[in-house]
């Protein structure tokens, strides 16, 4: 089964369900405690205790960090680690895979994410997201910004919508080279263009916390360079979760990383130790690239 | 934390981290021979093996050299993290520290082809050879603990340095209340005294390889008097 799931501005997702074999148990070096600074004095979003479980499959085992305002948090770890399905519980979009159960508190500004009341839309705006692909729109520039605004009845007249369209490309970076031709197919512009284009398109519904899954795996290292700058720049307004396989780019946008091992949180550290002094040995093996 | 370079995905880079230790700790070898061969040098009148150390040098440098290309090299290929940056930014340092310690035994070999010249001095001797042991065995005992990664075994050489400074200053006023007393003797003297200011520098050198150690292996800057960087020691 192929679920589509929608996140702040509408833009769609295919999602496979994750496949379901048991994970192996590490007994060697069972992860029992996080160790470092798992949470921080101005949460923007606190999580505590979380579990997550694809059908008998646990994902996620009690998994606890916050993150900070104005903060940047890398999440890093080998392929099925977890930290890509910890990252879509921060916006519900696991809510559509099938079997999916999440347990835990999970907290946006001391809001409940999974309350009984929670519309999934607004939460959505707030916590926007961009995947590792880029996906615009198959509209042009202008419509794939000002599509969001639009349907979550920010801006109708054009003038407002002109000028979110002109702020949003501006702050990702795109504004001077798609100016002259706003009216041109989104998905007619380079990689690094679309995922900038993406980026524009999430912060266009003003979010407070963007989620970024891979955003820079597809791209080359100069389209890289410029994510990463516009990263730094998004951190004076927005909350960054960023999901990455590259260790210096974690190492390079993120204040505090946290490595994950088979569902486990296994450190959450300033980049800075986790770079040069990691505390826990499965999350040195990592990231110098020896057999865990 | 054990220290392993030997578990990388990439056997090249296993190799290469090997190597770069494997060439500072044979740089450190030629440097605590050069040393060894400078004191005795200056002991015996021998002006022939103070020639031998002065010409080692030139290798010393040119071995200083070729590690900092390698590890310049392991940083822009492999982007070393964690222990293998530690590693790497130790070995370079250390690389350094020996280069410096080859300069003080070439200075003391100087002194020695000068004291050939000019004759021996009558005093200071005895003191040269007490601090020259205490160095001596403080760099070998440094470059030991580096092999090993024995962070206690290099917090307890480092402490050794404060002996030898405190030799160093006795030796000193002994000196130049002997001077004093001989004022012909001021010029043979000086050069005893250039020479044991060479060994306490030497010293120095390898409480900063010691530094290093504790880098490596508990990444933890302890330098310019920064010991309690060190936690639980």
Same mark, same amino acid.
């Given at each position: ?14 999602? /496979? ?40 499959? /646990? ?76 996906? +615009? ?9 000002? #599509? ?5 009845? *920010? ?51 003003? +979010? ?13 290292? *100069? ?14 307004? #927005?909350? *960054?979760? *960023?999901?990455?396989?590259?260790? /210096? ?5 993120? /204040?505090?990383?946290? #490595? ?33 | ?5 030997? $578990?990388?995905? %990439? ?11 494997? !060439? ?9 021979? $050069? ?11 021998? %002006?022939? =093996? ?17 590690? @900092? !290309? ?8 492999? $982007?070393? &993290? &964690? ?22 035994? %070439? ?35 440094? =470059? @030991?603990?580096?092999?090993?990664? @024995? ?7 480092? &402490?050794?340095?404060? $002996? ?46 010691? !530094? ?17 960087? =060190?936690?639980?020691?």
């Amino acid at each position: 089964m192929n679920t589509m799931t929608l996140d702040a501005t509408g833009q769609a997702e295919p999602v /496979q369900p994750k496949p379901l074999e048991k994970e192996a148990v590490d007994t060697k070096t069972k992860v029992r405690e996080t160790v470092g600074k798992p949470f921080c004095d101005s949460a923007k979003l606190r999580m505590r205790n979380v579990n997550v479980f694809y059908g008998e499959a /646990q994902a996620i085992h009690d998994v606890s960090l916050d993150i900070g305002r104005n903060e940047v948090v890398a999440m890093i770890g080998p392929s099925g680690c977890g930290k890509s399905t910890f990252l879509r519980c921060l916006n519900r979009m696991n809510d559509t895979i099938e079997g999916c159960r999440v347990e835990g508190e999970l907290a946006l500004d001391d809001e409940p994410i999974y309350g009984p009341k929670v519309d999934v839309v607004p939460l959505r705006a707030r916590v926007g997201m961009v995947f590792q692909k880029p996906n +615009p729109f198959p509209k042009s520039i202008y419509e794939n910004v000002a #599509y969001g605004p639009k349907i979550h009845g *920010i801006a109708s007249r054009r003038a407002e919508l002109d000028e979110i369209v002109e702020n949003s490309l501006r702050r990702a970076g795109l504004w001077n080279e798609v100016k002259d031709r706003l009216d041109k197919p989104g998905t007619g512009l380079s990689g690094g263009q679309q995922q900038r284009l993406c980026i524009a398109r999430a912060i266009a519904v003003s +979010p407070e916390v963007i989620l970024m899954d891979e955003p820079c795996s597809a791209l080359d290292p *100069i389209a890289t360079a410029r994510i990463e700058e516009l990263i730094d720049e998004l951190r004076e307004n #927005y909350t *960054i979760a *960023i999901v990455t396989h590259s260790m /210096q780019q974690a190492a390079r946008v993120s /204040q505090r990383t946290a #490595y994950f091992h088979l569902g486990h949180l296994v450190e959450v550290n300033d980049t800075e130790t986790v770079f040069t002094n990691p505390q826990h040995e499965l999350t040195e093996a990592y990231i110098t690239g020896r057999f865990g | 934390m054990e220290m392993h370079f030997d $578990q990388h995905i %990439s056997r090249q880079f296993n190799e290469d981290l090997e190597s770069i230790k494997t !060439e500072m700790l044979e740089m450190g070898g030629m440097v605590a021979s $050069q040393v060894a061969d400078a004191v005795d040098a200056l002991a015996n009148a021998d %002006s022939e =093996l103070a020639e031998k150390v002065l010409h080692i040098e030139e290798e010393i440098d040119r071995r200083e050299m070729a590690l @900092d !290309e390698h590890a310049t090299l392991i940083i822009a290929k492999r $982007q070393p &993290a &964690a222990s293998d940056l530690r590693m790497v930014m130790s070995v370079t340092r250390i690389a350094r520290d020996l280069e410096r310690i080859g300069d003080e035994a %070439s200075k003391i070999a100087k002194m020695a082809i000068a004291l050939t010249d000019e004759g021996t001095s009558p005093r200071g001797y005895t003191e040269i050879r007490h601090i020259a042991i205490a160095v001596r065995k403080m760099l070998n005992d440094a =470059l @030991d603990a580096y092999t090993r990664f @024995d962070v206690a075994s290099a917090m307890a050489t480092l &402490a050794e340095d404060e $002996q030898v400074d405190m030799d160093y200053r006795t030796a000193v006023r002994e000196l130049i209340t002997y001077m004093m007393e001989d004022p012909r003797s001021i010029s043979r003297v000086i050069n005893v005294l250039w020479s044991l200011r060479s060994l306490e520098r030497i010293g120095d050198h390898a409480k900063n390889i010691c !530094e290093q150690v504790v880098y490596l292996v508990e990444g933890a800057d302890i330098r310019h008097g920064h010991q309690k960087n =060190l936690k639980n020691f």
